[in-house]
């Protein structure tokens, strides 16, 4: 049987006649090799069929261009454009995303904070709301996209919930509804919707406007939508229009609507947030808001390597305007 070892980065190296370092400094796309030794060098690549390791290419060299994502739950379709979005705005500079769920090895103590430092990344995305006792170094930069928490140092990319909540009162109001609820869970961006929800009601009060909100202790998921949207109309019958703090409750608040023989939108309207696949889907038809994830994930890449140019920039908070997205689950009163 022929050698299947794999070919290592000395390989490369003896075959293009250079030196390790130099490989490496291929490998990063550096500037400073001759094109007569970078052609030798990709020639050798090809030729020994050469799969560089990242941690080998980051301790030979002195950059990675590895940027490390720590998501909130792998669950939230929320994330696939926001990582769309950071793909958009990295790849063209040479970086590459290594991806985390923050509660992925809770049971190991793990922290995934931890994991990619290990791997020597040039920056962290926190994408969705972050632990404020992250124990990330001085000399990392990092940007927050989607969440609002305080993280210092840190610069926020985030959706302006409270607009959105706003949004998508204003739109069942606009439909002719007077007797509205929301439906969310444990969260800061539930609240800051329910704020903006709140405000749109009490700027309308005097047409005769009132908004019922249920929020359960627990995440904005479809079990909180459908437990929460039975709670609310056991409570409260005459609601005719439903907010749900995302797209995944609101299918839950859809649930529990039929499962009490109403109809979507005949008897209830329903609207969610985030406007994902779920959302879009020919199927659901569900009115949201548009979080614009994908300009918030071009924004923190570009944000990120802005600081990694210069880590001493003042830390920012850049809020991207929702839009609504009107699709069948809702109607004129």
């Known amino acids: 049987m022929g050698n299947t070892k794999p070919a290592t980065i000395y390989d490369v190296a003896a075959r293009a006649g250079v030196s390790k370092s130099l490989v490496s400094l291929v490998l990063q796309r550096s500037p400073r090799v001759s094109e007569q030794r970078r052609a030798a060098v990709l020639a050798a690549i090809q030729e020994l069929d050469y799969r560089p390791s990242t941690a080998a290419v980051s301790l030979a060299g002195t950059r990675s261009r590895t940027i490390g994502v720590v998501l909130d739950d792998f669950r939230n379709q929320w994330f696939v454009d926001l990582l769309t979005g950071l793909r958009e705005a990295l790849q063209d500079q040479g970086h590459r995303l290594v991806v985390a769920d923050r509660f992925l090895n809770t049971g190991l103590d793990v922290s995934p904070v931890e994991g990619f430092l290990s791997m020597r990344v040039e920056g962290l995305v926190i994408a969705g709301e972050p632990d404020t006792d992250l124990a990330i170094p001085a000399s990392t930069p ?11 140092r840190a610069d926020t990319v985030a959706n302006d919930d409270l607009a959105g909540g706003r949004m998508a009162a204003e739109h069942l109001i606009g439909l002719g509804h007077t007797r509205l609820g929301f439906v969310g869970g444990r969260s800061a961006a539930s609240d800051a919707r329910l704020e903006g929800w709140r405000a749109a009601i009490d700027a309308a009060s005097p047409t005769d ?66 406007d994902t696949p779920i959302a879009a889907s020919r199927y659901v038809g569900l009115t949201s808001i548009d979080d ?11 944000r990120l390597l802005e600081r990694i140019a210069d880590p001493g920039l003042t830390p920012t908070e850049v809020l991207v305007e929702p839009r609504l997205v009107a699709r069948r689950t809702t109607a004129q009163r």
């Open 292 to 302: 614009r994830s994908i300009d918030i994930g071009r924004g923190a890449g570009v």
């Open 209 to 274: 406007v009132t908004g019922v909100a249920v929020v359960l202790a627990a995440d904005v998921t479809e079990e909180t939508g459908f437990t929460g949207t039975h709670r609310l109309l056991d409570e409260h019958p005459e609601v005719t229009a439903v907010f749900a703090a995302n797209d995944v409750t609101a299918l839950g608040a859809m649930s529990a609507i039929a499962d009490r023989g109403l109809r979507v939108p005949e008897d209830i309207s329903v609207i969610g947030y985030d």
């Open 142 to 152: 990092v940007v927050v996209a989607g969440g609002r928490a305080a993280l210092a």
